[in-house]
């Protein structure tokens, strides 16, 4: 069955770094989102993106953070310089047009751990 | 309390049994749909109801939709242990484009064998 696949599992960073998150959504799907969830919180919305472009973020998704759809397979979440409360779990989902869009895949996730 | 809060945060019941986990929400919605994350993975989509429906079955789950009270409930009949895990509402405001999904807290949910 087709997945969503999220790497890496772990990344851990200095306070100040910036990391790229990557993730290969299903093939045929074109809606990309990020979520994130701190530790013991709610998973949060963060920003959906179609048409190679955003559609909507959230006041989370600040000027520190960027999406990218670089070539047909990958799409990319980017935090130019990580801060201690950007630790958390980023899931990237992904979803298909018609009826069947409201539907989000999601990936494993990728735990990142801000130093 | 917030979009898509569900009670009770943690439930234990044993393997057999039925269990029952609701979700309330505030604002007006498209759609609302339950997720399961096993410990430390991701989501998995379980079910979705639109605004219009009131029931809808798939399998051991049945949900129901209470539009006027801004309320579902998830219930998960002749419970397993596989079904340790947390389960999370997430309401949709929207049938066309993209479509962010507003999450709850959460139920965790154990069976014990």
């Known amino acids: 069955e087709p997945e969503v696949t999220q790497t890496p599992s772990h990344q851990v960073t200095q306070m100040g770094q910036e990391v790229i998150l990557r993730c290969v959504p299903i093939s045929n799907h074109l809606y990309f989102y990020w979520y994130r969830q701190i530790l013991g919180q709610k998973v949060e919305f963060l920003v959906s993106?179609?048409?190679?472009?955003?559609?909507?973020k959230s006041e989370i998704f600040d000027d520190q953070f960027s999406v990218e759809r670089p070539d047909g397979s990958n799409f990319t979440l980017k935090i130019r310089s990580t801060k201690l409360e950007d630790s958390a779990m980023y899931f990237c989902?992904?979803?298909?047009?018609?009826?069947?869009?409201?539907?989000?895949?999601f990936g494993a996730g990728t735990r990142l751990s801000v130093l | 309390s917030q979009q898509g809060e569900e009670d009770p945060q943690a439930l234990s019941i044993q393997e057999g049994e039925n269990a029952t986990m609701n979700c309330s929400y505030k604002t007006s919605i498209n759609n609302l749909q339950w997720y399961r994350q096993n410990s430390g993975r991701g989501l998995v989509h379980l079910i979705l109801?639109?605004?219009?429906?009131r029931e809808k079955h798939s399998g051991r789950l049945r949900v129901t939709l209470d539009t006027s009270k801004k309320s579902s409930s998830l219930l998960i009949t002749a419970s397993r242990a596989a079904d340790t895990a947390s389960y999370f509402c997430?309401?949709?405001?929207?049938?066309?484009?993209?479509?962010?999904?507003?999450f709850g807290q959460g139920t965790r949910l154990t069976i014990n064998p």
């Open positions: 109801i639109r605004s219009n429906e």
């Open positions: 989902a992904s979803s298909v047009q018609g009826e069947a869009k409201n539907i989000q895949y």
């Open positions: 997430a309401t949709g405001d929207t049938g066309g484009g993209a479509q962010k999904l507003v």
């Open positions: 993106f179609y048409n190679n472009e955003i559609s909507e």
